[in-house]
């Protein structure tokens, strides 16, 4: 803190000036005398503020020139100010110092960019694996990842999403990509190479696909055999009879299970968001329920369709026939006997909506986390009584991601379900549309 001296200053002046013009009235010369002292304070002055600037611009790196009095305090001060900048100065030193040391010791890359996305600085990680050179510092990093999708996913800003690709630098190797943005607009981006696990998940696609292939043919020729002896072996016993009504119904079930595994592999290897067809949202749903409703047969589900808007989709029909197939067929076997099932279609600014609500049995608010994980069962007795093969919601959510959608899922145990497949806008087409829009 400042002390305040000016009032023993302006007093030390006064009695300066009463002392200088005391001894130049006994010299018969006042005014002279005030006018040299004067003079002589103001040479003073401006020395001390010729000493003041050369300082300043010699860069103020060392210590303040030494003075009493006023400018005493005015270049301790500057000193005591010095003092502080050079310790916060030291300490910003140290920290970004450990810092580097720590980013520099990751697996993972870390690269940081400017508010124009141009490349400031990256640890040794990222520089192995991009192959970044010191000619690219300055460089944009669109420039260097010219990924369409890296592109949408940098421009789109979106810090709570990650984007996998090939790797620019080295074929047949793939890096995921997150972006958190801090500051006025800088960016700082997490890498981490992925090919081991892109290289698993690969491996698990070709077991289950080779597996479920060579599981297709046994299954069909014991499944036919059994379909021939029930058919005509009238005179069998009761109880041989009935082990191969048991033997069918189980190869029916692992022919289903296949046929799941078959759909979640092709799912997997197609490429998301190529499919662009026009969908008759009403006429879909109409389809859906009149299958419905011979599914249902005697149990006597009121099943309806409400169309709230007139606008279409973009999309595969026979995808999306399948998702919503699936979950009006779920709100079908889990809906006690004559109650109402609803299929509805609305769009709005944000998107498309497909909810199917039912009166059904319900489901925990712990389960819903975990319904579309592959053979996740809320009830493993019950699902599998009903022939439920533990697939059809992970298949629902594989198609709704081709198509940039997902999956809301609300239900009150007791008090039924509602699953709602939600579609961005963009898939949204306006009624007017709908005769020109192209594939």
């Known amino acids: 803190m400042i002390r305040d001296i000016r009032r023993p200053y302006y007093r ?4 300066f000036f009463a002392a ?3 001894g130049g009235f006994l010299l018969g010369y ?3 005398a005030l006018l040299v002292a004067a003079f002589a304070c103001l040479l003073w002055q401006l020395f001390q503020q010729g000493r003041l600037i050369q300082w300043l611009r010699n860069g103020a790196r060392s210590e303040p020139p030494d003075a009493g009095g006023l400018w005493g305090m005015v270049f301790d001060h500057f000193y005591s100010v010095q003092r502080d900048h050079r310790q916060q100065v030291r300490h910003y030193q140290n920290v970004i110092s450990r810092i580097q040391t720590s980013t520099q010791a990751l697996r993972d890359g870390v690269i940081q960019l400017d508010r124009q996305g141009a490349l400031e600085w990256w640890n040794p990680a990222a520089e192995a694996l991009l192959s970044l050179k010191p000619l690219d510092q300055g460089q944009l990093l669109t420039n260097l990842l010219r ?3 890296f592109v949408r996913f940098y421009n789109k800003g979106e810090m709570s999403e990650t984007v996998q690709l090939e790797n620019p630098a080295f074929p047949d190797r793939y890096i995921d990509v997150s972006m958190t943005i801090y500051g006025k607009g800088e960016r700082l981006l997490l890498i981490r190479d992925t090919t081991r696990i892109k290289q698993l998940e690969q491996m698990r696609q070709d077991f289950v696909a080779n597996a479920s292939h060579e599981l297709k043919t046994p299954l069909t020729v014991l499944k036919g055999y059994l379909e021939s002896i029930l058919t005509f072996g009238g005179d069998l016993p009761p109880a041989l009879s009935k082990g191969l009504t048991n033997m069918e119904a189980q190869t029916q079930r692992m022919d289903n299970l296949v046929n ?13 968001h190529s499919v662009r067809q026009r969908v008759d949202v009403g006429e879909l749903l109409e389809k859906i329920a009149a299958d419905a409703r011979e599914l249902s047969n005697d149990r006597g589900h009121r099943i309806s369709v409400h169309l709230e808007s007139d606008t ?3 999309g595969d029909a026979s995808e999306l026939h399948s998702a919503i197939s699936n979950l009006v067929y779920n709100a079908v076997n889990y809906s006690p006997d004559g ?5 509805k279609w609305k769009a709005s600014a944000a998107g498309g909506f497909i909810a199917i609500h039912d009166q059904g049995i319900g489901i925990d608010p712990r389960h819903i986390p975990r319904l579309t994980e592959r053979f996740y069962r809320v009830d493993p007795g019950r699902s599998s009584a009903r022939g439920g093969t533990g697939l059809g919601l992970a298949i629902v959510k594989h198609i709704l991601q081709h198509h940039q959608a997902r999956l809301d899922i609300a239900s009150v145990p007791g008090r039924g379900s509602v699953f709602t497949c939600c579609f961005p806008a963009e898939r949204v087409l306006a009624a007017a549309e709908r005769s020109d829009k192209t594939a």
Do not use: G, H, K, Y
């Open 30 to 32: 006042p005014l002279p």
């Open 339 to 343: 109650s109402d099932i609803e299929l």
């Open 147 to 149: 990924d369409p999708t």
């Open 260 to 272: 799941d595994l078959l759909v979640l592999t092709r799912l997997d290897a197609e490429v998301q």
């Open 312 to 314: 279409a989709l973009q």
């Open 12 to 15: 030390n002046l006064l009695l």
């Open 20 to 22: 200088v013009a005391v």
